[in-house]
């Protein structure tokens, strides 16, 4: 174990950092360039869309919000980043919820550890990650859940949670961490995983704790992600008799609703799409 993990308090004490990040980044990460052709843009017509402030116990976290410019409160959508930040494509999916009629907003979870999105090296973008502790990611979640209802725009009454890769895992983690939360979708997030100092469980490890229906979307031909933990993710959801359901798109690899990426396949990505939304609605948000 690294000495910089041996540093860390006790799950029940954990030690919050500075911000490194005060501003989101603009664009796309560095480590996904060049941009492919496929890559979806979702215009402002109709919504409200920015860089907002979210305030935490030590700080203010940069996040990016998008919401339709008219009145009301909205079904509420935490939108959870890949390895890569809060970059354009998160960015982008969050217009594309509040085209919809969502009040979707993305936090950047790794703000206190690092700005990845100008690292070019993927083993150096994961020495960072591997430092962001869990349990700071559900505060941060909370916390972001308790600005979104004081706009008074978000109707966190109908709460939901979707995510990407790292954030994939994420919307497991928070499905079993917060009661009031409605509907998770997880994409592509990993299921099993060895215990550290600052992640004590995996989703795997967490299936009879979820307080929410989950769907998960994965793709056979990840190979990050094998067909055999998957197989234990369902056999333990079974087992606690929790509502979840996990999809596995043939052919498909790590990343596939990621159009901006080479791993990008039409089919599943917009299957998965409608599926989220028909998941979002069946579960009272929408």
């Known amino acids: 174990m690294r ?5 860390w308090l006790p799950k029940s004490d954990f030690t919050r950092r500075d911000f ?12 996904v360039q060049p941009v492919a052709a496929e890559t979806i843009t979702t215009d402002t017509v109709g919504i409200e869309a920015g860089e907002v402030r979210i305030p935490t116990d030590d700080g203010q976290m940069p996040a ?19 390895i890569f930040g809060v970059h354009e494509h998160i960015k982008d999916i969050c217009r594309r919820l509040a085209k919809l009629g ?13 700005d990845v999105s100008k690292l070019t090296d993927i083993p150096e973008i994961l020495e960072v990650v591997r430092e962001v502790p869990d349990e700071q990611v559900m505060s941060d979640l909370d ?10 725009k978000a109707d966190t009454d109908k709460l939901a949670i979707t995510g990407f890769c790292w954030g994939g895992r994420i919307v497991w983690l928070y499905a079993a961490h917060n009661p009031k939360l409605k509907a ?34 994965y793709g056979a031909e990840d190979r990050g992600i094998g067909q055999e933990t998957i197989e ?18 043939p ?10 990426r080479p791993s990008y396949r039409q089919q599943p990505a917009e299957d998965g799409w409608k599926r989220m939304l028909a998941w979002f609605k069946e579960n009272g948000v929408g």
């Open 3 to 7: 000495d910089d993990l041996k540093s």
């Open 20 to 31: 490194v990040m005060t501003t989101l980044a603009g664009g796309f990460a560095l480590a």
């Open 251 to 260: 052919d498909a690899p790590h990343g596939f609703h990621a159009d901006y």
């Open 64 to 82: 990016y919000r998008a919401m339709p410019d008219s009145r009301g409160s909205f079904p509420t959508v935490l939108v959870v980043q890949e």
């Open 232 to 249: 234990q993710m369902r056999e333990a959801i079974k087992v606690a008799d929790k509502k979840a359901t996990i999809v596995v798109y």
């Open 143 to 152: 916390a972001t859940v308790a600005w979104a209802q004081k706009t008074g």
């Open 184 to 217: 998770g979708v997880a994409w592509y997030g990993r299921l099993v995983g060895e215990a550290d100092p600052l992640h004590a469980k995996h989703p795997v490890d967490l299936a009879g704790d979820l307080k929410a229906p989950v769907l998960g979307l």
């Open 102 to 114: 969502y009040f979707a907003v993305s936090p950047e979870l790794y703000a206190r550890q690092g």
